[in-house]
Structures are given as C-alpha cells and as structure tokens.
C-alpha cells in the first residue's frame, strides 16, 4: 500500500534563511508526487508536482522540490524564507493506478 | 478564470441530524473529489468522480455519507445522520480528466461543527 510520511510536526526558520520542509514516501512502481500549501480558512493551493525526467522540479512562490529515487524523499526547498511562507504543507504521493495520499502536513514559521 | 466554489464555508449541526455541503467545480474539469481534512490531519479522499459516475468510494461511510453528480458538474455530499466523529473540514477539489497527474484545484471547503 502507498504511504508518505511528513516526520516534521513543525519547522521553524528565520526570514531570509533557506528552508527544507521534508516528504518521504512508500509506493509501488514510478510515483506522482505533489506539495500543496494551506493557508487559515483556505483550502489547499498547488505548488508543484513530480511527474518525471528533471529531479528538481521548480513551482510557485519560488519553491523547488528534489526528487531522490534512491531515499525515497521529495523534500521542499526554498533559498530564502518569507515571512508570508508560513503556513501548512502538505506531501502528497499518488500511484497510476490509485489514489492520491496526503501526508499529515507540517506547519512552517517563518520568524521575522 | 473561476476557482472551485463550496457552500455552506460554516455550518454546525447536532449529532443525529442532517447535512449537505455543495461544490461547482472549475468549468471544463471531468474529475471531482470530495475530502474529508480533520483537525491535525491531510486530506482523505471520500469520493471521486469522473464526470457524473463513480471512480472511487472505498473510504467513504455508506452508512451515512451520500454524494451525486447529476449532469457530471456541480456535485453535493450529504451525511445523514451525522456523529461527533464528522466535525472535520470537507473539501471538494477538480481536475481535468486522464492522467492521475494532473492537478488537482482545491476549493475554500466547508467546516462542520458537530456538537
């Protein structure tokens, strides 16, 4: 069964730091990967997604995510942190034939 | 362009009665999927439909959850009756048809105060 685990509750990174926000999943066969950002009292909003070829997939807001096959990981990265970056994000894996799985998420602070 | 739009954004209710919640997905998108997103919790998917016919609804409570998408657009997800347990944010997401890459579009959801 498909699975993708979010082991950070929380992550805390001053402004201007680069951030890391980590995913690690379990499927069979070549995943669809996705990361979805959550603001209070909205729903979620893509971000970016891995579908294949490049392992470094850029999306909105300056975000980038790194596909690593060998860890099983799709962490999100960003140079330089905002203080409007904090928020919830979400992991998300779906296999080709199945549903798509949500991580529990994680919140990020950025601190002024 | 317009995003997805659910109604009610609130509602509570008391355990044992009755709620429906609303969705109109984006104009053109086949796919539509309701999630149910509990305090501290990612999104599980409850339904999915492709155009007006169900794809996916392994996870959803049959005993008391109901959903249609009549004329394959705007879809309601019903619970009757409901519990505690349901007090949770539903959201309701689209996408175009095909690949299971393509992306999914959120709306705001409704929050559900059971008490």
């Known amino acids: 069964a498909q699975s993708v685990a979010q082991p950070e509750d929380q992550v805390n990174v001053a402004e201007g730091n680069p951030l890391t926000v980590k995913c690690t999943y379990s499927v069979s066969g070549n995943p669809y990967l996705f990361w979805y950002v959550q603001y209070p009292n909205r729903g979620l909003q893509f971000l970016l997604k891995y579908i294949t070829g490049d392992n470094l997939v850029k999306g909105s807001y300056g975000f980038e995510a790194e596909f690593n096959k060998s860890q099983t990981s799709f962490h999100l990265k960003k140079p330089s942190a905002l203080v409007s970056d904090s928020a919830l994000y979400f992991c998300a894996v779906r296999a080709r034939d199945d549903k798509i799985i949500f991580g529990k998420g994680t919140r990020l602070h950025i601190l002024p | 362009e317009a995003g997805v739009a659910q109604s009610p954004r609130y509602k509570i209710i008391e355990k044992r009665q009755s709620v429906a919640f609303w969705c109109n997905p984006i104009s053109g998108h086949a796919t539509l999927y309701w999630y149910q997103q509990i305090l501290g919790q990612g999104p599980k998917l409850l339904i999915q439909?492709?155009?007006?016919?169900?794809?996916?609804d392994s996870q959803l409570p049959k005993d008391r959850f109901s959903a249609e998408r009549l004329k394959g657009v705007d879809s309601t997800l019903k619970i009757q009756p409901a519990k505690l347990e349901d007090s949770a944010v539903y959201l309701c997401?689209?996408?175009?048809?095909?690949?299971?890459?393509?992306?999914?579009?959120f709306g705001p959801g409704t929050r559900l105060t059971v008490l």
């Open positions: 997401a689209s996408s175009f048809a095909g690949p299971p890459a393509n992306t999914q579009y």
């Open positions: 439909f492709q155009n007006n016919g169900v794809v996916d």
